[in-house]
Structure formats: C-alpha cells, structure tokens
C-alpha cells in the first residue's frame, strides 16, 4: 500500500535552516509529482510547493518562494524540503502529498504522510 | 491567486441529516477543484477530484457538483465518522490554494 512518511522536524531558531524528508513506498515513486502542504496550528491547509515526476517543475508558494527548495533522490524513493531563513510564521506540522496523476501535475492529492511538526521559536 | 471561499465555517448536523458545503472560487476554475476530508490530528484525505469524480473507496453518500467558480460537497446521509473538516482546494494554476475549512459537528 501507498505509504508516505515524513521525517526532519523539530524546534529550531528564527533564521536558521531545516530539512525534512519523506520516504514513499508502495508506488513507482519516480512516476509521481509531490508536493509538500503544510498547516498552522489550529488553522487550514496551506500549499507549500510542488516537484513534477521528472523533476524540472518545480512551484514555490510566495510565502516561501527563494527560502524554500523542494527535491526529490528518486533512487531512494524520498522527497525533501530544504528550509532556510525560517520564520516563526512557518511553524507548522509540515504534510507530503502524492499528486493523483502519473506524469503530470493534476494538483490533487490523494495519498499524504503524517506530517512532521517544525515550531520555530528562539 | 485565486482566493478559495468556503460556506459556512460550521455546521451542526444529526445523523442522518443531509449536509451541503458551498465554495466559491474568485475566479474561473474550471472543473480543477478537489475536496478534503480532515479529523483532528489526523492528515487530509482527498474525497473529490476534477470536481465530481469520487476517490477511489470514498463511500458514495459523497458527491460533489459545480464548474466555473460555484461548487458544492453533498453528504446525504451523515454518518458518525463524517464529523471532521472539510477543505476545497482549486487545481487550476499555482499556487494552489484552499478554502479555510467547514467543521462538520454533531448537533
């Protein structure tokens, strides 16, 4: 079965940098855009940025366009998210998502992680 | 961006009832719109793609209608493990972007 599972959060300070990851199984990860969406404590859902199959696609949220990067080691089935300058506003527990079409960006998402909490906090 | 308007932020409802939740796009969507299901602590679950298609397992009491900017998620028979939130969210362009939730809770 479909299992997407995140990794790599934790407290870290205003300015500072984070990576998290997401291990995939149960698919042909290669085959599949990702994306990363993240969601406030006790608030909605906020789309953070997206990476086509083949990897040369790649959308960026404005809240985090040019701190973000998101990447992918299809040779290890993972995603990453690499977080820099973070912010207190981008404390958040932070979800992967598969996009529901193989090849190509549907932008609907049919199998998420867990999620893995960043809380940027000095 | 095109702004995702979700109505009402909450309802209460028995089971059994018939519940609607309405979303309105600030533009032009077409039919790319997705709806979630969210339960507290727990990660969304995608109900309806491209506007009216059911995910696959998602039980047929869930339907969705609507194309341009007005969209509809329909229950029509509540069920106890409905009671959660639920999230629009427009496939059309980046940034992709959600409505702000309706809780679905039990009157």
Redesign the interface.
């Known amino acids: 079965q479909v299992q997407l599972v995140e990794s790599g959060g934790g407290v870290v300070q205003p300015g500072r940098s984070l990576r998290l990851s997401c291990v995939a199984s149960g698919f042909s990860f290669s085959h599949f855009p990702l994306?990363w969406?993240r969601q406030a404590p006790g608030e909605?859902?906020?789309?953070v940025a997206?990476l086509s199959s083949d990897g040369t696609n790649k959308?960026?949220?404005?809240s985090v366009k040019g701190r973000f990067t998101i990447s992918r080691d299809d040779s290890n089935n993972t995603l990453f998210l690499e977080m820099s300058s973070l912010r207190a506003e981008d404390t958040a527990v932070y979800?992967c998502a598969r996009d529901?079409a193989r090849g190509y960006i549907?932008?609907?998402?049919?199998y998420?992680?867990?999620?893995t909490l960043v809380t940027v906090s000095s | 961006d095109i702004q995702m308007t979700q109505s009402p932020s909450s309802v209460s409802a028995s089971i059994g009832d018939r519940v609607t939740i309405t979303c309105r796009a600030s533009q032009d969507v077409s039919s790319w719109l997705a709806w979630y299901q969210q339960k507290p602590g727990k990660a969304p679950k995608l109900l309806i793609y491209v506007a009216s298609s059911l995910q696959s397992g998602v039980p047929s009491r869930f339907s969705g209608s609507g194309s341009g900017t007005d969209f509809t998620l329909t229950i029509s028979s509540l069920q106890p493990e409905d009671f959660a939130t639920y999230y629009c969210q427009q496939a059309k362009s980046f940034p992709l972007t959600f409505g702000g939730g309706t809780k679905v809770e039990i009157k």
Request: glycine share 14%; no cysteine; net charge negative.
């Open positions: 994306h969406v909605g859902l906020e789309w997206v959308y960026y949220a404005d979800y529901w549907s932008s609907s998402l049919d998420w992680g867990q999620g």
